[in-house]
């Protein structure tokens, strides 16, 4: 009987010992598996867009090929200052201007880089800063909203890949402002959606990858882009330990692209460029609306657009001679070097800071957070403030070894790069004489 009872009671805690790991395991299933932690962020598989334009022609297939590189915010003496070895050795081979090429004004980044590759200043491109508001649509254009930056009804002028596009030539982006929009009709044949985190040396590989395509369907223009400098110089200054860095991690990125250039044998010129330079930052923020009541304006940073020309009138007579750190204009009379009078979205009146000073229409509304002051800025008058000045060198069949160039402006390129690719233009503010000089005599055959 003892040994019937105590078997008795093993068979329940079995019994409950296999019931509760049915629970358990039932448990188990509805409960959702904790989430891991995410990789670290790597390129897209496939991240390439390929538009079904028509192959190059036989006769641009013979053309010479031009890589237009820029690294943004790249002063134009921080290789020098900061060691930059490869795009010192691509000036010793080629050409340069040592005092920087001049950026459009305000030296910033969207209408910097569409300037370049439309030969137009913003007045005539209408990108005339990264935000801005345009009276006659009564919208606003902003580098951050992707909706404005993919309607190509935005941008005037023929970027470089459009009109190589148009006469039958291949071209290809990998990043540059206004690239995934329809301009003139056309997109580069490959181009990607911005992406900030995507793998530099990546970026080299693709455009590598671009150049070993079968004649008919390679690019003959190409784009590539770098933030790095830019983003160092504003978190950290100009002159400091991490901007330098960041200015020998993409001359090695110039270093890799030169390297897997050599291989291919083909008649590529290499032109690195930067948008504009960067300077430190002076002073508090400057609150336009501390002078004048902006109530009957609409603004974008320190732009006003008023809604009646009386508006402007009053706001112009209320800011003059208020300040030492701006100047203020009717927008007729800014002054004719800065090509920045002859389009409404610039505003009126304009305010030009005379220095590196943070000026803006008012402050955030109340319960908002202040803005972040930036260490380095840029966006100011590059003739009378020479840190605004970019990076210049190019290198290739096309170009005379060891010229130096003074200080241009970056309008001028547009020509210079159509030349090469023996592309026609149209009207444009760039001129070809200003950089003539550095080109070949007469350009060696293509192979």
Not at 385 to 396: D, P, T, W
Request: hydrophobic residues 40%; charged residues 20%.
């Amino acid at each position: 009987m003892r040994i019937t009872r105590i078997k008795l009671q093993e068979l329940k805690i079995l019994f409950t010992s296999a019931l509760l790991a049915v629970l358990l395991f039932a448990l188990l299933l509805c409960t959702p598996t904790p989430l891991r932690p995410q990789a670290p962020r790597t390129a897209p598989s496939d991240p390439v867009i390929a538009v079904n334009n028509p192959p190059n022609t036989p006769a641009q297939q013979s053309k010479h090929y031009v890589i237009l590189v820029s690294l943004d915010a790249f002063r134009y003496d921080y290789a020098q200052k900061d060691g930059a070895k490869n795009i010192l050795d691509l000036e010793a081979r080629g050409a340069t201007a040592p005092d920087g090429m001049i950026p459009a004004y305000p030296s910033l980044t969207f209408p910097n880089h569409y300037t370049i590759v439309t030969g137009l200043y913003p007045e005539h491109t209408g990108i005339v800063a990264n935000k801005f508001y345009d009276p006659a649509r009564q919208a606003t254009y902003s580098m951050s909203d992707a909706s404005a930056k993919l309607d190509g009804s935005w941008y005037g002028g023929v970027p470089l890949w459009s009109l190589a596009e148009q006469q039958g030539m291949r071209a290809a982006s990998f990043f540059w402002p206004g690239d995934d929009a329809e301009i003139a009709g056309q997109r580069p044949s490959y181009y990607l959606h911005f992406d900030d985190k995507f793998p530099d040396e990546q970026r080299v590989d693709q455009v590598i990858a671009w150049l070993k395509l079968p004649p008919e369907l390679r690019p003959h223009f190409i784009t590539l882009y770098y933030s790095n400098v830019d983003h160092a110089g504003h978190d950290f200054g100009p002159d400091t330990t991490q901007t330098a860095d960041a200015v020998r991690h993409v001359d090695d990125m110039i270093g890799r692209l030169i390297e897997g250039l050599k291989p291919l044998n083909l008649p590529v010129d290499v032109i690195v460029v930067a948008d504009h330079g960067m300077i430190l930052g002076q002073g508090d923020w400057i609150d336009l609306d501390s002078y004048t009541d902006l109530s009957n304006f609409t603004t974008a940073g320190s732009l006003l657009y008023a809604k009646s020309d009386a508006d402007a009138e009053t706001a112009f007579n209320q800011l003059k001679g208020k300040s030492d750190k701006f100047q203020v204009f009717r927008r007729k009379d800014v002054p004719p070097y800065l090509h920045y009078d002859s389009n409404a979205r610039i505003g009126d009146p304009v305010v030009i800071p005379t220095g590196p000073y943070y000026i803006r229409a008012s402050a955030p509304p109340a319960g908002r957070p202040e803005y972040k002051k930036e260490i380095g800025v840029h966006g100011f008058d590059p003739y009378n403030i020479k840190e605004m000045h970019a990076l210049f060198v190019a290198e290739g069949p096309d170009i005379r070894p060891g010229v130096t160039v003074p200080p241009f402006d970056n309008v001028d390129l547009y020509p210079l790069i159509a030349k090469i690719l023996g592309l026609q233009i149209g009207p444009i503010d760039g001129r070809l004489e200003v950089l003539q000089g550095i080109l070949q005599p007469s350009p060696p055959a293509a192979p």
